[in-house]
């Protein structure tokens, strides 16, 4: 799906230390906008995020997970209303998340997610309605000028916090989503890392 799309400028696949058929599937695809990147070792989503920062050529990036929750067709949403912000105000801070319907997730999934959001807004002052989206498109620059150091799920609290010390105008659109049943994600595990994450990068780092 992501390779259909003629969206990007470019697209950054990390490959974090697959044992499954990812890099034979990888190495098949002969798109000139693919750069494919591997892990020796495994590094979490927040490491991988890190890798393709570190390469990306653009002037904005959006995350996107490797899978098939999120619908690559709703990038064109994101980079509209961002030039569209842009435009209006060339000298804004600005950042496009966008919005999931959680209510197909899982009920724990989905209190897990409103409460971190409220918590985020609670202590950033935003009016987020998703924190824990993975669309988040933001400019390169800015985002490298984060520092971003989480491995795990709680670079999403890390991002957003970030963002928000920094003054970030926050727009948000929303998206399509199909909730994975068997997702790598432990939601109290990693729930309870998120929620740490937020004090530590809105009050510190």
Known sequence: MVLASRTPYEIIAVDDCSTDATPQILARQADPRLRVIRHEKNRGKGGGIQT??????????????ADTEYDPRDWDKLLTLYHEEVTRNPNARVAVYGVRDLSSQPLLGHLGNAGLTLVTNLLCGTQLRDMETCYKLVPTQLMRDLKLKSRGFEIEPEITAK????????????????????????????????LLALFKYRFGE
């Open 52 to 65: 393709a920062l570190e390469q990306a050529r653009g002037d904005v990036v959006i995350i996107q997970d």
């Open 163 to 194: 963002l928000a010390k920094r003054g970030v105008r926050f727009f948000q659109v929303p998206v399509s989503y199909k909730p994975r049943k068997d997702k790598k994600l432990r939601r109290i595990r990693d729930g309870t890392k998120s």
